[in-house]
Each structure stands twice: as structure tokens, then as C-alpha cells.
């Protein structure tokens, strides 16, 4: 007979025999039983307190459809980046190389942590020692969306339960002189389809050469102001 029971699972002491007096006895830790899958699972609770052994009985229940809790909050950040590396090869994506140069230093930031102990407070943290040592915000976001992506995956694969709160920061570093993809669709659009291609290579063209004007201008500029320093000879200056 259980001594206690719960939705899908319940409590009970074993019982055994006494080799001496050949009388039946109960043991004094509590075991459970319950479901994961279909598969019938008998574990000890090793406590011989109800209460306790029916909170432990209580946290199985919750994750018996996935990992057990204990094994869930041993997951280490390495094996999250294992999933996206996963991903990207499993997607036939070609930036590989750049993924492991993203990874490299999250990697080394959180270093034995536990991933269930990375929240977004710890994140935050994260970008503030980036910025102070110098990474423009667009690396330090590569960083972060790497990261977000290692719990998503992480979660999806049921390694982990909950997926912190990654913000992205500000980026303010457009590039003068170039126009962008979706501009450039929208200019087309409301062309004949047969003048698409060619007025499509000349806007990215005078694009180009706007720019390359622009440096050159520059270039010359500097040069023109070192040209017209005055020199003075060595004898003239001492005299």
C-alpha cells in the first residue's frame, strides 16, 4: 500500500525481510513512483521525512516530461553552443568561421557556469565589460544574438527551462555614401521589369563611385595642406 499518492505518481516504504526473525519489515526511506514517456520509473527519495519525500515526488511530476530538474540545472554553456554549431551545419550555413570567433569570448566570460545560473541580469553585465573593453556595440551584438540563440535551442531541446532576456544595444554606425538593399527595391519596383537590372547596377555603381570620389577628395585635400607647409632650412633657422 502507497503512503501517499499524487496525480500520475505516488509514495511508498519497500519492504524486505528480516534474515534473523524472518519478519517482514518496512525500510525507512521513502521511494516513489511515476511516469516519464510511458515508462514506469521507481526512485528513491532518500528521506525518510514525508514531507520531503513528497516534494521531491512533486518536482519529478513537473519534469517528467523532459530531463529530470537536477540534470537540467547541470547544463553547462558548451553544450548550448554544441546546438548551434549543430544548426549552422545542419542548415548548410558558411559562416562557420565567424560563428567560432562569436562563441569564442562568450564562452570564455562564462566559463563553468551553469547555463541555468545565466540570467538577464548576468547579460547585462556582460555587455558593460565588452563596451569598457572597447568592442563597438554592433560585435558585442553579434555576441548576444549568438547567445540568445544557444537558449533557444537550448529550450527547444528541453536542456533548459527558461531562456533569459537578451536586449540588443543601440547601433549608430550607418555607412555614408551607401544605400541599402531594401532602398534600392524600392526604387526598382516602380520600373518596367526589363530596365530593373541595369538601373539596379547603376545606382550601386554611383553609389561606389560617390564614395570613392568623396575619399579621393579628402585625399588630395591633405595632401594638397602638406604640400604647402613652409620648410625652413636648418641654417636659416639659426641664424
Same mark, same amino acid.
Given at each position: ?68 530538474? #537536477? ?5 553547462? $554553456? ?5 546546438? !548551434?554549431? *549543430?544548426?549552422?551545419? &545542419? %542548415?548548410? /550555413? ?57 537558449? #533557444? ?5 528541453? $536542456? ?5 532576456? !537578451?536586449? *540588443?544595444?543601440?547601433? &549608430? %554606425?550607418? /555607412? ?64
Amino acid at each position: 500500500m502507497p503512503k501517499s499518492s499524487g496525480a500520475g505518481g505516488h509514495l511508498y516504504l519497500p519492504k524486505y525481510q528480516d534474515k534473523n526473525t524472518r519478519e517482514v519489515r518496512e525500510q525507512a526511506v521513502y521511494w516513489c513512483v511515476y511516469y516519464r514517456n510511458g515508462k514506469r520509473i521507481c526512485e528513491s527519495t532518500r528521506t525518510d521525512r514525508l514531507g520531503e519525500a513528497k516534494r521531491f515526488l512533486q518536482d519529478r511530476l513537473r519534469d517528467r516530461v523532459g530531463p529530470p530538474r #537536477r540534470e537540467l540545472e547541470k547544463v553547462q $554553456l558548451p553544450e548550448l553552443a554544441e546546438l !548551434v554549431r *549543430a544548426d549552422y551545419k &545542419n %542548415n548548410g /550555413r558558411r559562416s562557420v568561421g565567424n560563428l567560432e570567433r562569436v562563441l569564442r569570448p562568450l564562452l570564455a566570460a562564462f566559463d563553468g557556469w551553469r547555463a541555468v545560473n545565466i540570467t538577464t541580469a548576468e547579460t547585462e553585465r556582460y555587455k558593460a565589460d565588452r563596451l569598457a573593453a572597447g568592442y563597438a556595440p554592433g560585435t558585442v551584438n553579434r555576441e548576444l544574438a549568438a547567445l540568445r540563440r544557444m537558449f #533557444r535551442l537550448g529550450k527547444r531541446h528541453g $536542456l533548459v527551462v527558461q531562456v533569459p532576456d !537578451v536586449v *540588443a544595444l543601440a547601433e &549608430n %554606425n550607418a /555607412r555614408k555614401g551607401f544605400i541599402e538593399e531594401t532602398e534600392i527595391q524600392a526604387l526598382l519596383v516602380e520600373l518596367p521589369e526589363q530596365q530593373r537590372a541595369y538601373r539596379r547596377y547603376c545606382i550601386v555603381d554611383e553609389a561606389m563611385l560617390r564614395e570613392g570620389a568623396e575619399k579621393l577628395a579628402a585625399h588630395l585635400d591633405a595632401a594638397a595642406r602638406r604640400a604647402t607647409r613652409k620648410v625652413v632650412p636648418i641654417r636659416e633657422a639659426q641664424a
